[in-house]
T-cell receptor, first 115, second 109 residues
Framework: ETGVTQTPRHLVMGMTNKKSLKCEQH?????MYWYKQSAKKPLELMFV???????ENNSVPSRFSPECPNSSHLFLHLHTLQPEDSALYLC??????????????FGPGTRLTVL | GQNIDQPTEMTATEGAIVQINCTYQ??????LFWYQQHAGEAPTFLSY??LDGLEEKGRFSSFLSRSKGYSYLLLKELQMKDSASYLC??????????WGAGTKLIIKP
């Protein structure tokens, strides 16, 4: 077990729906991440939080809205998505940001399909 | 730009040895990670190299040459459960992880 859980594991939504992805880490880490993983493409970093403060936002469209209420929980709120947003969304955590050897621990991901 | 190159797919036989290569061109270098990802599952940490040379962990070894911008993951005594994707990621000068697209390894009996 990686200590990082994600719900739901699968999600199908229409372009006009609003849904949220949830991530929880049980490792006592201070940093959390959202990644998008598309087939045969590198992981794309979307958002980084350190001690509940957003420290990185890699030009992600505003239809993706993150929320980090505490260091153990991370949400990704979705609204008016496009079919090209269909992908595996991975959450990860690490002890901190800015340390090169800090290993990121991943959750199993949410497989999102936008119709 | 920053770039990580890995083969898209490799096939190997159970019990054999396979080497998965990763070459990188990044703005700075602060280490290289290898992760394993089984289909539909979380990527899991395999190794971290920051100095040149070979590091061995059981059946898996990881090699780094910083001057050549090159790493490889060596898997010995392959088992069917080693069928997975193997992701290479480099820590750049801003301590960001730059990811390769992954190598899908297929093990045949």
């Amino acid at each position: 077990e990686t200590g990082v859980t994600q719900t739901p594991r699968h999600l199908v939504m229409g372009m006009t729906n609003k849904k949220s992805l949830k991530c929880e880490q049980h490792l006592g880490h201070n940093a959390m991440y959202w990644y998008k993983q598309s087939a045969k493409k590198p992981l794309e970093l979307m958002f980084v939080y350190s001690l509940e403060e957003r420290v990185e936002n890699n030009s992600v469209p505003s239809r993706f809205s993150p929320e980090c209420p505490n260091s153990s929980h991370l949400f990704l709120h979705l609204h008016t998505l496009q079919p090209e947003d269909s992908a595996l969304y991975l959450c990860a955590s690490s002890r901190a940001t800015g340390s090169p050897a800090d290993t990121q621990y991943f959750g199993p991901g949410t497989r999102l399909t936008v119709l | 730009g920053q770039n990580i190159d890995q083969p898209t797919e490799m096939t190997a036989t159970e019990g054999a040895i396979v080497q998965i290569n990763c070459t990188y061109q990044t703005s700075g270098f602060n280490g290289l990670f290898w992760y394993q990802q089984h289909a539909g599952e979380a990527p899991t940490f395999l190794s971290y190299n920051v100095l040149d040379g070979l590091e061995e962990k059981g059946r898996f070894s990881s090699f780094l040459s910083r001057s050549k911008g090159y790493s490889y993951l060596l898997l010995k005594e392959l088992q069917m459960k080693d069928s997975a994707s193997y992701l290479c990621a480099v820590v750049d000068s801003n301590y960001q992880l730059i990811w390769g697209a992954g190598t899908k390894l297929i093990i045949k009996p």
